[in-house]
């Protein structure tokens, strides 16, 4: 046995080192037929255009006319050149040598142009920073975490509290952007914001679908202490969680501000005209996305991870497809909004993956559970059967009155007549279902220049949905004891004043 794994192993040894030499051979052989290979065109050409009757000769041979105007020039350029020759060793060909100058110039040119710096007017891409958490987060029944964000009034002195679900891309900082902390406790509002799941610092959701929205929605204030109605705020994309809450939970739900709102593009509620007047304002691009996000969802993670996951900032309109008219384009191109649109995109990819921004996409353009004439207010309709038909004779018996199905709430809309993002026809079709919604139109106005950073039009807002701003509610007994005193001296005084006049 011995004897014989010796001899395996000198066959072995023996078998590397013949195999090494095979490769040389190899490569020596190949090295030999490229170089003769080359001797071999290089002896077509010169035979060829020795040839005065070949296609190279006519053209390119030494009596062609293209070799007649070249003559000239190249000649006294050569003489030039050939001054330098003197500076050359003795001992070296100039043909050679100066071939090999102008090959290494080349190949320094060539380098240089790939490695050039960029110019400095081409602002470089920014790289994506993964900030450390900081959200306040609530427990869900169902073991989910939520985060949300608080601003304005405390819980015990807000007369409104508004839940705000954030668009596509977005996150819970983003909020109502440029709105100032002053103007909510001038009209005493609350204004809650969270990250939808697998966004920010939400758990994702295994099952996820418009009722589990308008749940998290209707958990989040129960678990913040929203005993009230609270309204709820819609704008762009995150519209369709705000129409799910005046679906599945309308009694909670106070009131409703709507900007921009976007509905399905393929509700089968819109007309011929309506839905042309829609698509007609998106890009090709943007249309596609669409269709894939109703077709083949899952295609949409290879878009996003050359976008918005690819670990660099870029501009909303580039990434979304988005076609923006001209007061959008500056409010996008302005430094202050740029800083605050990388914050708000750095939070909302946080988690890196494309799963919940697919299943974001995909409710957008999918049979979302229900249909917006489903919120339209009007008389509960008789079912079907005895015991219903005992019932509506009751209610005539009795004089009660008619039950209503629907939303019951007010409902607020303003469309930016200018904006592209979400055409007004959407805002049109969604006024023709629900009629008793107000919509507010905005002449010259785009997606973003309306709710983004103006002071005035958050004031318009808020005084279009409750009124006279009242500040916040005072739950001090002691002031409360000394107001009553003041106006029970002053309901005395006038009773004496009257006695007096009498």
């Not at 060909?93 to 380098?111: G, Q, R």
């Not at 983003?174 to 909510?184: E, F, N, R, T």
């Not at 029970?488 to 009773?495: F, G, K, N, S, V």
């Amino acid at each position: 046995m011995s004897s014989a794994a010796g001899a395996f192993r000198d066959g072995s040894a023996g078998g590397v080192g013949g195999t090494m030499d095979h490769a040389r051979e190899f490569a020596r052989g190949a090295a030999e037929m490229c170089v003769e290979l080359a001797r071999g065109c290089r002896d077509i050409v010169r035979q060829t255009l020795g040839n005065e009757n070949s296609f190279l000769a006519r053209y390119f041979g030494r009596g062609s006319y293209v070799a007649g105007r070249l003559r000239g020039p190249c000649g006294r350029a050569f003489a030039r050149v050939k001054r330098l020759n003197e500076y050359l060793p003795e001992d070296k060909d100039p043909t050679h040598v100066w071939s090999v100058v102008l090959f290494v110039s080349l190949f320094a040119v060539a380098a240089l142009s790939v490695y050039i710096k960029p110019k400095a007017s081409v602002p470089l891409a920014k790289k994506v920073f993964l900030h450390p958490p900081s959200a306040s987060r609530i427990l869900l029944p169902d073991g989910r975490y939520i985060a949300y964000k608080e601003y304005g009034i405390p819980p015990d002195e807000a007369r409104f509290t508004i839940i705000f679900p954030h668009p596509f891309l977005s996150s819970r900082l983003a909020g109502v952007p440029g709105l100032k902390s002053s103007l909510l406790e001038e009209f005493g509002i609350r204004l809650i914001t969270y990250d939808l799941p697998g966004f920010g610092e939400s758990d994702p959701h295994p099952h996820r679908n418009l009722e589990s929205s308008a749940w998290d929605i209707s958990l989040l204030a129960n678990a913040l202490g929203v005993n009230d109605k609270f309204w709820v705020l819609g704008y762009s994309s995150g519209s369709m969680h705000a129409w799910a809450s005046l679906r599945y939970i309308p009694g909670r739900v106070a009131g409703a501000a709507m900007f921009a709102p976007m509905v399905n593009p393929y509700d089968p509620l819109m007309t011929r005209e309506e839905r042309y007047r829609t698509w007609n304002q998106w890009t090709r691009r943007r249309k596609f996305l669409f269709f894939l996000a109703r077709r083949l969802p899952r295609f949409l993670s290879f878009f996003y991870h050359r976008s918005f996951l690819s670990g660099r900032h870029g501009q909303i309109d580039k990434w979304l497809s988005l076609s923006l008219e001209n007061r959008d384009r500056a409010l996008i191109e302005d430094p202050f909004y740029e800083e605050f649109w990388q914050r708000d995109v750095e939070e909302s990819i946080r988690q890196g993956h494309a799963k919940p921004f697919v299943e974001e996409a995909a409710l957008q353009v999918s049979d979302w559970g229900f249909s917006l004439a489903d919120l339209k207010l009007q008389k509960k309709r008789r079912g079907k059967g005895v015991l219903n038909w005992l019932k509506w004779l009751i209610s005539l018996l009795s004089e009660k009155e008619p039950e209503y199905t629907g939303y019951l709430g007010p409902i607020h809309m303003w469309q930016g007549m200018d904006d592209k993002v979400v055409p007004p026809a959407m805002t049109d079709f969604v006024h023709r279902v629900l009629p008793g919604a107000a919509v507010h139109k905005l002449p010259y106005q785009g997606h973003f220049t309306y709710l983004y950073f103006c002071d005035e039009c958050h004031r318009q807002i808020f005084t279009t949905l409750f009124g006279t701003p009242q500040g916040p509610l005072t739950n001090n007994p002691e002031a409360d004891l000394t107001q009553r005193d003041e106006k029970m001296a002053e309901q005395e005084d006038i009773l004496l004043v009257d006695v007096a006049t009498e």
